[in-house]
Nanobody
């Protein structure tokens, strides 16, 4: 299973960005999908995740500002982030759980700065 992430870049505070991640390869059934992020000098943290059935969970720091969605037919997961803050600056990694194994994307940088 390979993951490729799209989106990210430089965004002004208060702005929005949409991250997308597509899984490809020998895919049978993907369970959880989601996004982690890692800021400089900090540990990687979960941003949001979504089950195959559509149940979602969000980090407290992003609740109300972030929406995760997925397309099971296309094996994609998106992360819509609004009202961005400088502390959202990080490398964002998508992941999927396939056959009880996690797979990671390459990471995409989001920088929130004026």
């Amino acid at each position: 299973v390979q993951l490729q992430a799209f989106g990210g870049g430089l965004v002004q505070p208060g702005g929005s960005v949409r991250l997308s991640c597509a899984a490809s390869g020998s895919i049978l059934s993907i369970n959880d999908m989601g996004w982690y992020r890692q800021a400089p000098g900090k540990q990687r943290e979960l941003v949001a995740r979504i089950t195959r059935g559509g149940s979602t969970a969000y980090a407290d720091s992003v609740k109300g500002r972030v929406t995760i969605s997925r397309d099971n037919a296309k094996n994609t997961v998106d992360l819509q982030m609004n009202s961005l803050k400088p502390e959202d600056t990080a490398v964002y990694y998508c992941y999927v759980v396939h056959s009880n194994r996690p797979y990671w994307g390459q990471g995409t940088q989001v920088t929130v700065s004026s």
